[in-house]
C-alpha cells in the first residue's frame, strides 16, 4: 500500500490511459502549459507532447464540439471544463450531440469522449463557481455520469471512462483534491455502474457520493457511538447506478436516507427514493430522507457556505427520524 492524493490519482489515471493508448488526447483551457486549473494534467505535456495535450481557446462550447468531433474521428478525447458551471455552454455538444449519436447513425458510430470537470463548494468560490449539476446529464440518456469519493476510486473510475465508447460525464469534487489515502500498489480500473459498501451496517442504509460520502462517515462514527450501525454505500456512479446495491442494503437495514451535496428538489436523491419506494416498498420499515442542500444559489460567505452544506448534524438528524 503507499498514500497517494486525489488529485495525483487523476493525473496518474491520464498518464497510464495516455501510455496505454495513444488514441487518447487532452484537451482545454490551461491544460497543456499550464497544467490544468487545479493541476490534474500538470507534466503530461512535457511526456507526450503538445499534439496530445492541447490548449484550448476560452471557448467551453469550442472545445467541447471539438472533443465530440474528434471521438468520432476515431481519437478518445479528455476535455476538462476548469468549473462544472460552465457546463452550461457545453450543452449542446454533449446533450444533442454525443449523447445522440449512437442512435442516430443506427448503432454504427459512438462517442468516446469523457468530459471531466470539478463541482462542489467549500472554498467559498461563490454561487458560479461552486455548483453541484451532475444530476442534469444523470436524465440524458446517451451519457453516463460518475462522481469518485477517494483516490483509488478516482484512479479506477476515470480509466474505465476513457476505456469506455460511449461519452461519460467525470466529476470530480475540487474539496477532495489535497485528500490523501492508502491505495493498493497496483491500482485496479474499476468498472462503471457498481456501489461500493464502505461501511456495514444493521439499523439504516445511507446512500452517497462524491464528497458527501466523508460527510456520512463521519455521522456513521457518531451515530454508533449511541449504539446505531449505519451501513454506508459509496454510489460512484450516478448513471447507471447501482439499484441491486441499494435495494439489497435496504433489505438488511430496512431504513434509508440520502446524501448529496447537490441542491435536494430534483436531484439524485429524489431518483434513488422514487425507485427504492417503489421496487423496494416491502422492505420500508421507515420513510426514505434525503440530505441536500436548500433550493438556492451556493454562498460567497464561508460562514454561509458551512450552513449551506449537507453536514454529519444533518444526516444524524435524519437518521434519527426514519429510526423513530
Not at 33 to 38: D, K, N, Q, S, T
Not at 66 to 87: H, K, Q, W, Y
Not at 110 to 121: E, I, K, Q
Not at 182 to 209: C, H, N, Q, S
Request: negative net charge.
Amino acid at each position: 500500500m503507499a498514500e497517494m492524493r486525489y488529485l495525483k490519482a487523476i493525473n496518474q489515471a491520464l498518464t497510464d490511459a495516455m501510455a496505454a493508448d495513444p488514441s487518447v488526447i487532452l484537451i482545454g483551457e490551461d491544460v497543456s502549459e499550464a497544467g490544468g486549473a487545479f493541476g490534474a494534467s500538470r507534466g503530461l505535456r512535457e511526456r507526450f507532447g503538445a499534439e496530445r495535450v492541447l490548449d484550448t481557446p476560452i471557448s467551453e462550447a469550442a472545445l467541447a464540439g471539438a472533443a465530440v468531433g474528434a471521438a468520432l474521428s476515431g481519437l478518445r478525447p479528455v476535455a476538462e471544463i476548469m468549473f462544472m458551471d460552465f457546463t452550461t455552454l457545453v450543452m449542446d455538444a454533449l446533450v444533442n450531440q454525443a449523447a445522440k449519436a449512437r442512435f442516430m447513425f443506427g448503432g454504427q458510430r459512438s462517442v468516446p469522449m469523457v468530459l471531466r470537470t470539478p463541482h462542489g463548494g467549500g472554498l467559498g468560490a461563490g454561487p458560479q463557481h461552486s455548483q453541484c449539476l451532475e444530476a442534469w446529464f444523470a436524465h440524458v440518456p446517451g451519457l453516463k455520469v460518475v462522481c469518485p469519493s477517494d483516490p483509488a476510486s478516482a484512479y479506477g473510475l476515470l480509466r474505465a471512462a476513457i476505456d469506455d465508447p460511449d461519452p461519460v460525464v467525470f466529476v470530480e469534487h475540487k474539496g477532495l483534491y489535497a485528500m490523501k489515502s492508502e491505495v493498493p500498489d497496483t491500482l485496479p480500473i474499476l468498472p462503471l455502474g457498481k456501489a461500493a459498501t464502505l461501511r456495514e451496517g444493521r439499523d439504516v442504509t445511507i446512500v452517497a457520493y462524491g464528497a458527501a460520502v466523508h460527510t456520512a462517515m463521519t455521522a456513521a462514527a457518531t451515530l454508533a457511538d449511541e449504539g446505531i450501525e449505519a451501513e454506508i454505500l459509496d454510489l460512484r456512479s450516478i448513471q447507471p447506478w447501482d439499484e441491486q446495491a441499494v435495494l439489497a442494503s435496504l433489505a438488511k437495514t430496512h431504513r434509508l436516507v440520502i446524501v448529496h451535496e447537490a441542491v435536494e428538489a430534483f436531484g439524485v436523491g429524489a431518483e434513488i427514493a422514487a425507485r427504492m419506494a417503489d421496487i423496494g416498498f416491502d422492505e420500508l420499515d421507515g420513510p426514505i430522507l434525503r440530505v441536500g442542500a436548500p433550493f438556492m444559489p451556493v454562498p460567497f460567505s464561508k460562514g454561509l457556505e458551512n450552513a449551506y452544506l449537507p453536514s454529519p448534524d444533518r444526516v444524524i438528524d435524519a437518521v434519527r427520524r426514519t429510526l423513530a
